[in-house]
Each structure stands twice: as structure tokens, then as C-alpha cells.
């Protein structure tokens, strides 16, 4: 199968399950959406959520997208920026013990931090304080960095730096590799219309959207209208529409598979992980169908609880479940 790496921001996610969305007013934060945090609003937000008893796991979309396929036992790479504290020996640590190949810029800055509170309806929403995680620097990816991979997953948070994210995309190009976008967050789309537009584009082989990325970055009223519109731009462009599926289209053609029904707890990097089941699918050479259904069936079990990280019977039985998709 194709080898593939992904970059983004390293973050540590703290995740605290509130009891209803009071918080989220009280800090100013638009339920559903990533917000940008100062040091001092971080500190704010920390204070916040100690009653809630917050857990710690490493987050951020690239790397969640890593560490679903190091799951499957896919030996993913990852490329990001750590502090040299005890956020980023946590990051660092927990990825080298599920078998993600890192390569990690040291700097002097704190981990990057992902507040993440939960509603009661599984929606999560960020209060992310970047510190070292926005350091990522151009000449970070080279082609030495990317030998051996195939496919390049880039996290579409990485936009705020076009230049990086331009240089990234023009590397990756030139070493022969796929190009794979998430597009992030609808109001990181919004803000940066034009450029989502020219990289993807210039560079980007496949593109995934949740709905509301969808519609954000084409403009359309229907995510069935926004998939056509995506595949203007890029040869295979993936919609999320939650319990209503996904659909993907290619050579004019659309795919469509269905969302099983499942309780919601969490629904903290269920793209990252739909994505690591569509790419890997996608590296064995599978038909649409099947990688999105490889894609929808990971990211159904990581909603179903707390967190992105799942125990060693459940990843058995998804790999278990990823042969019989791809038989």
C-alpha cells in the first residue's frame, strides 16, 4: 500500500465534556468553530475548565489523521513543532508508542494547546493557543523528509502561513507525492477564500470538506452542488455530511455511502479519522465506495467516545473490519 505522512500543528488537546453551552458564551467561543487564543486568554480558558476535569491526549489534524493510521499499522509519518516541555515530551512520547515516524522541530516556545469542550450533543469546540505548533518553518519539508511516502496530508489550519503552505505544497509536488487537504474549519475557509482557492487549484490532488467547509468554500447552497463545484478544482474531492454519509467525486463520477447510526459522545477528530480510513483505502488502490465507507467506519468509533485515542480490542477489531471492506 502507499505510505503517507502528514503535517500540521502539533497540539496537545484538552478536552473537557461541559453540561451544557453556557461556557462556550462565557468565553466567547462559537460553538463548532476553532478560535485563535492568546497565552492570556489560554491561561483564562485552563482556569475555566478545571472543574470539568479535563484529559489530556495529542491532538490537531494531522496528527490525528496519523495516529488513525498508525492504528492500522499503516507506519505513518508525521512533521511538526514541539516545545521543549513537558507538553511536547507528552506529544512526542505518545507518538513513538503507537508507531508514528516523527519528525519534530524543537523551539523555543510552549506545546501548542487545543481546549476542546464537548456539548452534550458531541459538538466540540476549540480554544487553541498555537505557541510552537505555528513555527513550523518552510524549510522544515524537504525532499529528504518526504522520501518513501507517497501521499502528503496537510492540515488545512496551515493556511494562516501561505507562504509555508505554498512551499509545502510546491515540495511535495516536485518529490512526486499525492497531495491530500483537510479543509480545517468553515470560518478558516472563510477568512481565506482566495488562497484555499489558488493552492488547491495549483497543488491539491484530493480535498476533504466537512458540510459546512463545503459550502463555505464554494459558495453553493447543497453539499451535493459543493461536490461538483470542489471537483472543478481538484480531481477527488470529499464531502462529510454526519448522519447523512459522504460522497466523493471522480472523472465526473459521484459515490455515496450512508452513515451507520451510532451514539455520539465525542465528536472530536471524526474527519481526521474519516480521512486516515479514506487514504489508507484509497493507498490499496480501492474503489471510491469502499474508501469511504473504510472512512466513515473510523470515524463512527471515534465518536462514540471521549477523546481520539481508542484501546488495543478496538483497533484489532477496525483493522478486522478495514479487511473485509477491502476484500
Not at 516541555?85 to 506529544?91: K, L, N, S, V, Y
Not at 524537504?142 to 522520501?147: A, D, G, I, N
Not at 484509497?282 to 471521549?306: H, K, P
Amino acid at each position: 500500500m502507499k505510505k503517507i505522512i502528514s503535517i500540521g500543528n502539533a497540539l496537545v488537546d484538552v478536552l473537557a465534556q461541559l453540561k451544557d453551552e453556557t461556557l462556550l458564551s462565557d468565553l466567547v467561543l462559537p460553538k463548532g468553530g476553532m478560535t485563535l487564543v492568546s497565552d492570556s486568554r489560554a491561561r483564562l480558558i485552563e482556569e475555566a475548565l478545571q472543574p470539568f476535569a479535563p484529559k489530556l491526549s495529542t491532538g490537531g489534524c494531522a496528527a490525528n489523521t496519523a495516529k488513525a493510521l498508525a492504528g492500522l499499522q499503516a507506519s505513518p509519518g508525521f512533521i511538526g513543532t514541539i516545545g521543549s516541555d513537558e507538553m511536547g515530551r507528552f506529544f512526542a512520547g505518545s507518538c513513538e508508542a503507537i508507531g508514528i515516524k516523527s519528525v519534530f522541530s524543537e523551539v523555543e516556545a510552549h506545546t501548542g494547546v487545543a481546549y476542546t469542550l464537548i456539548t452534550p450533543d458531541g459538538e466540540r469546540t476549540f480554544g487553541t493557543c498555537l505557541g510552537a505548533a505555528a513555527m513550523i518553518r518552510p524549510e522544515d519539508v524537504t525532499p529528504e523528509v518526504l522520501y518513501g511516502y507517497d501521499i502528503l496530508h496537510v492540515e488545512g489550519y496551515l493556511i494562516q502561513d501561505e507562504v509555508l503552505m505554498e512551499k509545502v505544497a510546491r515540495t511535495a509536488k516536485e518529490a512526486g507525492l499525492l497531495l491530500s487537504l483537510d479543509l480545517a474549519s468553515p470560518n478558516v475557509v472563510l477568512e481565506y477564500q482566495d488562497a484555499f482557492h489558488r493552492l488547491v487549484h495549483d497543488y491539491f490532488d484530493i480535498v476533504f470538506a466537512n458540510e459546512k467547509e463545503s459550502l463555505a468554500y464554494t459558495q453553493e447552497t447543497t453539499p451535493e452542488a459543493a461536490l461538483e463545484a470542489l471537483a472543478s478544482d481538484c480531481g477527488l474531492p470529499v464531502v462529510k455530511m454526519g448522519s447523512r454519509g459522504a460522497s466523493a467525486m471522480r472523472n465526473g463520477e459521484s459515490i455515496s455511502v450512508p452513515a451507520c447510526p451510532v451514539p455520539v459522545i465525542d465528536t472530536t477528530g471524526a474527519g481526521d479519522y474519516f480521512a486516515a480510513g479514506f487514504l489508507y483505502a484509497l493507498g490499496c488502490n480501492a474503489e471510491l465506495s469502499r474508501c469511504l465507507r473504510l472512512g466513515a467506519t473510523l470515524g463512527e468509533a471515534v465518536i462514540q467516545r471521549m477523546g481520539t485515542s481508542l484501546s488495543a480490542d478496538e483497533w484489532a477489531q477496525l483493522r478486522q473490519r478495514a479487511r473485509e471492506i477491502l476484500a
